[in-house]
């Protein structure tokens, strides 16, 4: 009895349980456990976990959390959905507990069995988010007058990109670099900066699938996307979740990932009005008939679990529609992807792509509708000047067409696409006159300007 009574103090502190009891005098992110073991015996244990929503609403949660080693295991659970691999375990909430609202919470239990150590599991997650129990500072809500709280649920129309209120909007936004090394620029400070300074619509979310990215942790990077969904969720942004495939070139090689990496994503997000999919980064080096093939197999598994949602296929020769191989717009309207409420991306980088692709993009305009999710100012290595008079063309262009569009990148890279100085992310400023590049100059006064978005 000794030790149990022990082993529930350390679980006490560990969980920050005392820091959770004080007043809430704001709304708080996150999420509180408090796992009690309620009964031991020799080889096996029973213990229940209550877990406290502190955050946003959620329609859907998983519980996730590591026992010390593979060789403790769940035998039986209770008012979840249990798996187990290895040390990690999720449950997940069931028809009677899936809505948390704030301030809610489920009650959940299982009988374990355990082979020596200690049976205290760690490292509590509630949709990614780790179980700190501890108050931060309340997202700010979205307050009518942002891009979600104004557009809600999009859809496609015709060509366009369409609002609650059946009316074309643009949405004008950035993407975040590689999320595997930029990391951490992607924080409160520098998402507040891009909401409210420069009034950005959206933030794209480039998941590399390979380069260290996705396939290295599959539910690391999961969780780190639907985190920054949240984040964008809180300050009325709408979340480009980008499947950022780039070398290989054939979305096919990472078919099976990108059908279990949608069909997370989208169950854990079938609820919000603010997520968009992006299926395939840039293809390259393969037949737009592959691309199709692959996008008619993702979407089904994206429809399955998020019905509404709108979803973006990449094109031919690095998004460029085929131009970039000699083709154009013209082998997608003759051979469209068999899905509705679908975009097709276009990208492009100011310095190397001028009007030959304007001419394919005006063009095909009038018959598929397009996405810009992602172009850079500079050339296509990401690098070299800033081409601003090309830049201006483009962006012009896309704002007669309405199309939308997200800029390469939120980032302080070292190299001339990105927006923020290199070193900006090693502190808390992303508002002060100085940290913006060149491009970033650039984009934030096209970018915040005045949206008008149609509500009648
Ligand atoms: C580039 C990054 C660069 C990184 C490289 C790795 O800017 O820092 O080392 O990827 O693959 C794209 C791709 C995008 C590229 C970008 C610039 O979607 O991943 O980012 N670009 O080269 N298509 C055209 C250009």
């Given at each position: 009895m000794k030790r149990l009574l022990a082993l529930l103090a350390t679980c006490a502190t560990v969980l920050g349980l005392t820091a959770a009891a004080g007043?809430?005098?704001?709304?708080?992110?996150g999420c509180k456990v408090e796992y009690s073991v309620t009964g031991q015996w020799a080889g096996g244990f029973q213990a229940g976990v209550k877990v406290t929503n502190l955050g946003t609403p959620v329609t859907g949660w998983t519980l996730g959390f590591a026992m010390p080693d593979a060789g403790q295991r769940i035998t039986q659970g209770w008012n979840a959905t249990w798996s187990q691999s290895g040390p990690t375990v999720s449950a997940v909430g069931v028809d009677w507990n899936r809505t948390l609202a704030t301030g809610a919470a489920a009650d959940l239990g299982f009988t374990g069995s355990f082979t020596g150590g200690n049976p205290r599991p760690t490292a509590f997650t509630l949709n990614g988010v780790a179980c700190t129990g501890s108050l931060e500072e309340p997202p700010p809500a979205p307050a009518d007058g942002t891009p979600v709280g104004v557009n809600g649920q999009l859809h496609v129309c015709g060509v366009h990109l369409c609002n609650?209120?059946?009316?074309?909007?643009?949405?004008?936004?950035?993407?975040?670099?590689?999320?595997?090394?930029?990391?951490?620029c992607y924080n409160a400070a520098s998402l507040d900066a891009l909401a409210r300074d420069w009034k950005s619509d959206l933030l794209r979310i480039a998941m590399y699938v390979q380069e260290d990215g996705y396939e290295t942790d599959p539910a690391g990077f999961t969780?780190?996307?639907?985190?920054?969904?949240?984040?964008?969720?809180?300050?009325?942004?709408?979340?480009?979740?980008?499947?950022?495939?780039?070398?290989?070139g054939d979305p096919n090689y990472n078919l099976d990932r990108a059908k279990t990496f949608f069909a997370s994503v989208a169950a854990r997000n079938a609820g919000k009005k603010n997520v968009i999919y992006e299926i395939a980064n840039e293809p390259n080096g393969v037949s737009w008939s592959a691309i199709k093939n692959y996008a008619e197999q993702v979407i089904p598994v994206i429809r399955a679990a998020d019905p509404d949602a709108v979803v973006i296929v990449g094109t031919r020769g690095w998004s460029s529609l085929g131009v970039s191989d000699g083709s154009d717009g013209s082998e997608v309207v003759n051979n469209p992807v068999n899905a509705t409420n679908l975009m097709y991306a276009f990208h492009f980088y100011a310095a190397s792509h001028k009007d030959a692709y304007r001419a394919a993009v005006s063009r095909a305009a009038s018959q598929l509708p397009l996405f810009v999710t992602e172009f850079g100012t500079v050339s296509a290595t990401g690098g070299g000047e800033m081409d601003r008079a090309s830049t201006t063309s483009w962006l012009d262009l896309l704002d007669q067409l309405g199309i939308s569009y997200a800029n390469w990148t939120y980032s302080d890279a070292p190299e001339s696409s990105a927006a923020l100085r290199p070193g900006t992310c090693d502190g808390g400023d992303y508002s002060g006159s100085g940290v913006l590049t060149e491009s970033g100059a650039l984009l934030k006064n096209r970018i915040s300007t005045a949206d008008n978005f149609p509500t009648g």
């Amino acid at each position: 009895m000794k030790r149990l009574l022990a082993l529930l103090a350390t679980c006490a502190t560990v969980l920050g349980l005392t820091a959770a009891a004080g007043p809430q005098a704001a709304a708080a992110t996150g999420c509180k456990v408090e796992y009690s073991v309620t009964g031991q015996w020799a080889g096996g244990f029973q213990a229940g976990v209550k877990v406290t929503n502190l955050g946003t609403p959620v329609t859907g949660w998983t519980l996730g959390f590591a026992m010390p080693d593979a060789g403790q295991r769940i035998t039986q659970g209770w008012n979840a959905t249990w798996s187990q691999s290895g040390p990690t375990v999720s449950a997940v909430g069931v028809d009677w507990n899936r809505t948390l609202a704030t301030g809610a919470a489920a009650d959940l239990g299982f009988t374990g069995s355990f082979t020596g150590g200690n049976p205290r599991p760690t490292a509590f997650t509630l949709n990614g988010v780790a179980c700190t129990g501890s108050l931060e500072e309340p997202p700010p809500a979205p307050a009518d007058g942002t891009p979600v709280g104004v557009n809600g649920q999009l859809h496609v129309c015709g060509v366009h990109l369409c609002n609650q209120y059946d009316r074309p909007v643009q949405l004008r936004g950035m993407s975040t670099h590689g999320v595997q090394w930029f990391g951490t620029c992607y924080n409160a400070a520098s998402l507040d900066a891009l909401a409210r300074d420069w009034k950005s619509d959206l933030l794209r979310i480039a998941m590399y699938v390979q380069e260290d990215g996705y396939e290295t942790d599959p539910a690391g990077f999961t969780s780190r996307v639907n985190g920054l969904v949240d984040q964008a969720e809180a300050r009325g942004m709408y979340a480009l979740i980008d499947f950022h495939t780039l070398t290989p070139g054939d979305p096919n090689y990472n078919l099976d990932r990108a059908k279990t990496f949608f069909a997370s994503v989208a169950a854990r997000n079938a609820g919000k009005k603010n997520v968009i999919y992006e299926i395939a980064n840039e293809p390259n080096g393969v037949s737009w008939s592959a691309i199709k093939n692959y996008a008619e197999q993702v979407i089904p598994v994206i429809r399955a679990a998020d019905p509404d949602a709108v979803v973006i296929v990449g094109t031919r020769g690095w998004s460029s529609l085929g131009v970039s191989d000699g083709s154009d717009g013209s082998e997608v309207v003759n051979n469209p992807v068999n899905a509705t409420n679908l975009m097709y991306a276009f990208h492009f980088y100011a310095a190397s792509h001028k009007d030959a692709y304007r001419a394919a993009v005006s063009r095909a305009a009038s018959q598929l509708p397009l996405f810009v999710t992602e172009f850079g100012t500079v050339s296509a290595t990401g690098g070299g000047e800033m081409d601003r008079a090309s830049t201006t063309s483009w962006l012009d262009l896309l704002d007669q067409l309405g199309i939308s569009y997200a800029n390469w990148t939120y980032s302080d890279a070292p190299e001339s696409s990105a927006a923020l100085r290199p070193g900006t992310c090693d502190g808390g400023d992303y508002s002060g006159s100085g940290v913006l590049t060149e491009s970033g100059a650039l984009l934030k006064n096209r970018i915040s300007t005045a949206d008008n978005f149609p509500t009648g």
